[in-house]
């Protein structure tokens, strides 16, 4: 008996410091596929801030560790790693899901097994289903959607459009948003076509947009058929605007494409240009030193989740998952990208929204909101 | 409206020409090995690659690259992807030839998963954009629009076709070939070299293979390690149409199984009343498939079905 209890101090004694000194954090998107640029750089924005946290000693002693895992943008195996993620009692909070699909699989998993997480994903129907565990730090898509169809009826002046979509979560969902944005703005959605997410010719679906002559065409689907899609367009001469989502940020959207194919094509975002302000010039040479290459289009988000991060691991009571969900719904903190706080439901306050334009092979800000 | 027919017209010729290039190597394996060679979609990849890296080889930047860089590019990716045809059936069929016929059909699958790791290990899994083999310009025709590259698809792709078609039937290699196919036993007694002839079947299958890789990467302007799958199976789709082992089925099946597909997507949310959209095309082609398999089995100018085909397929 005593022996037992002495084990148990002794146990107790040991393990204490260590729970109270490392925290670990699951970090899911596709780093592998298509998509691999996105998930990779979006992570390596949120290393180099928890990095320099770790470096500096971490946050009041707390240093965080990775668990990091490829969800090749695939719902099936999101869900695995979500359900690994929630069996490691080690990890405390996730920054998971690049994808919109995927969120909409892994979250009730989550939500089941109370790890409090960060979504990327921008479906705004994301946020509304009642997740307590989630918090959404990026802009949703009816940020992302009202933007270029403001612009396309006040500046280019077009009256009709034609959506198409890849009827995937994030694709379907930004591209009805737009619609609907369009419509209440006075203009004309001629037709909504969708394509299949592995389709590559887009040859015929073009046929029919050609006689239907829209002034812009809104494309809601992500990389490489942004691409596949600008490039046909221009061969099968349809004149109208092409409009595409934030996965067309990336500058392979231009090089894959073509530059002349994609002239003018407008692509709305979250995120700021390089040089907007001190604080964001200021991530993106230090991204630049640590990475050897340019931010990815989603690294400051990365970045800002790390600043979250920091947050909470200031604020929270204890490293328990409950402890940490409470701190991350109550966070209020000043980031690169100005101040942030959650509502109600875990979306932004205030959520900023950007459009550019590719002009002569490069991408151009246009508009801001 | 004649516009946009000839346009959609072009378009179905287009890929149907290169679902024919490909379409063409799994029929010439059944014909002589009555195997499916799963692995043949990959040859259509690695022609891609293949083309691109003696680009970057020998310009450096791929996109700057000349008229003569890209022909030599061209012509050394087919014959390098020929070569690795009859690699590949000599280290993972050859050794099976003698076993049941589902092994080296699984041996097939095997050696496609294998080549997809390797190039995503090698090159990257990412899409990477692909140079045009032919200038990109676009006219109007008939109120139609048609770009060169089009047009070079289809030049290329006919002449392909058409070489083959004289090698098999006009040639001492297309006897042989023919021969084995009929029987191979018979053809070894004859004094026919029969590990020849299969070589022979399985580097030029692969060079066809990869040609079309090549016209349909410089087409869409992209290629992915993933891109043979789909595009196989299409292949594969438009070879059992035509009736698989018959060349001139498969390149029926091809521009066949084309023109469902573009007509599919014109016509579909128009006679549905837009309920049914244009992804729905894949299911469309599939489902013609099906009422092929059902109605007449061997394919539209296959072999119709005799007591000596039966017994063939009680071998499976």
């Known amino acids: 008996m005593k022996l037992r209890a002495a084990l148990m101090i002794s146990a107790s004694l040991l393990a204490t410091p260590v729970l109270a000194e490392e925290m670990t954090i699951g970090l899911s998107a596709p780093l592998s596929g298509a998509q691999a640029y996105f998930g990779n750089t979006w992570h390596n924005g949120f290393k180099l801030y928890a990095d320099a946290l770790n470096k500096a000693g971490g946050v009041n002693g707390v240093t965080i560790n990775y668990n990091q895992q490829d969800d090749k943008a695939d719902p099936r195996e ?20 690049f994808n919109s699909g995927v969120a909409q699989s892994t979250l009730p998993i989550y939500d089941d097994c109370g790890l409090p997480n960060m979504t990327f994903g921008s479906n705004p129907s994301l946020t509304q289903q009642g997740y307590e565990y989630m918090v959404r730090p990026v802009a ?85 058929q942004l691409a596949l899609f600008a490039r046909q367009m221009h061969d099968q001469g349809v004149k109208a605007t092409l409009m595409v989502p934030d996965g ?35 991530f993106a040479a230090k991204y630049q030193e640590a990475y050897g290459e340019e931010p990815g289009p989603y690294s400051i988000y990365g970045y800002v989740q790390g600043q ?42 205030v959520a900023p929204s950007f459009l550019y334009k590719v002009e002569d092979g490069a991408f151009v800000l246009i508009d801001q909101m | 409206m004649v516009g946009h027919f000839v346009q959609q017209t072009v378009n ?56 003569l860089a890209l022909t030599v590019a061209f012509f050394a990716a087919v014959l390098a992807t020929g070569f690795v045809g009859v690699g590949i059936e000599r280290l993972a069929y050859k050794p099976l030839r003698s076993s049941t016929r ?14 997809v790791a390797a190039i995503q290990i090698l090159a990257g899994p990412q899409p990477r954009a692909f140079p045009s083999f032919f200038p990109n310009e676009r006219f109007e025709f008939f109120g ?11 030049i290329a792709s006919f002449i392909l076709m058409g070489g083959l078609q004289i090698l098999v039937t ?40 990869a040609a079309g890789g090549i016209l349909y990467a410089s087409y869409y302007g992209v290629m992915t390690p993933t891109m043979g799958a789909v595009v196989g199976l299409k292949a594969f789709t438009a070879a059992i149409l035509g009736g698989i082992g018959s060349i001139p089925g498969a390149m029926l099946g091809a521009f066949i199984l084309a023109a469902v597909e573009v007509a599919g997507t014109a016509l579909l949310p128009i006679v549905s009343f837009g309920t049914l959209g244009t992804e729905y095309r894949d299911v469309l082609a599939f489902a013609i498939l099906i009422l092929v398999l059902l109605f007449r089995p061997a394919g539209i100018l296959g072999e119709p079905v005799s007591e000596e085909s039966m017994v063939y397929k009680r071998e499976f």
Request: aromatic share 6%; net charge negative; glycine share 10%.
């Open chain 2, 144 to 154: 139609g629009s048609l770009t060169t590259i089009q047009i070079g698809i289809l």
């Open chain 1, 78 to 97: 999101g869900t695995l790693v979500a359900q690994l993620f929630c069996d490691d009692d080690d990890v405390v909070i996730g920054l998971v899901n």
């Open chain 1, 248 to 282: 067309g940020y990336t500058p392979e959207f231009i090089e894959q494409a073509g530059a002349e194919n994609v002239e003018g094509a407008t692509v709305a975002i979250q995120v700021p240009p390089m040089d907007a302000s001190d604080a964001i010039k200021d």
């Open chain 2, 102 to 115: 589902i092994a080296p059909m699984l041996s097939s699958l095997g050696v496609s998963l294998a080549l």
């Open chain 2, 12 to 67: 179905a010729l287009t890929i149907g020409s290169i679902y024919a290039l490909i379409a063409l190597g799994y029929t010439m394996v059944y014909g002589v090995l009555k195997m499916i060679n799963f692995a043949h979609g990959e040859m259509f990849m690695l022609g891609a690659y293949a083309a691109f890296l003696a680009l970057s080889l020998m310009v450096g930047d791929v996109g700057s690259a000349g008229a």
């Open chain 1, 308 to 349: 979250i991060l920091e947050e909470v691991l200031k604020t929270t009571a204890d490293l328990s998952r409950e402890a940490m969900n409470e701190a991350l719904h109550n966070v209020s903190v000043d980031t690169v990208m100005g101040h942030l706080e959650f509502d109600e439901n875990g979306d932004l306050k």
């Open chain 1, 140 to 224: 949703n898509d009816l940020a992302g959607a009202l933007l270029p169809a403001q612009y396309a009826l006040e500046t280019l002046g077009a009256k009709t459009a034609v959506i198409v979509n890849d009827k995937q979560v994030f694709g379907q969902g930004i591209s009805e948003i737009f619609g609907k944005n369009f419509k209440d703005g006075g203009g004309e959605v001629l037709d909504t076509l969708a394509v299949a997410p592995t389709d590559v010719d887009f040859s015929a679906v073009l046929g029919q947009i050609k006689q239907m002559n829209p002034d812009v065409i809104y494309l809601g689907a992500v990389m490489p």
């Open chain 2, 170 to 209: 006009k040639t001492r290699i297309g006897i042989v070939v023919r021969a084995v196919s009929e029987s191979r036993a018979t053809a070894q007694l004859l004094g026919i070299n029969v590990n020849r002839s299969i070589s022979m079947v399985f580097f030029v299958g692969p060079l066809l293979g």
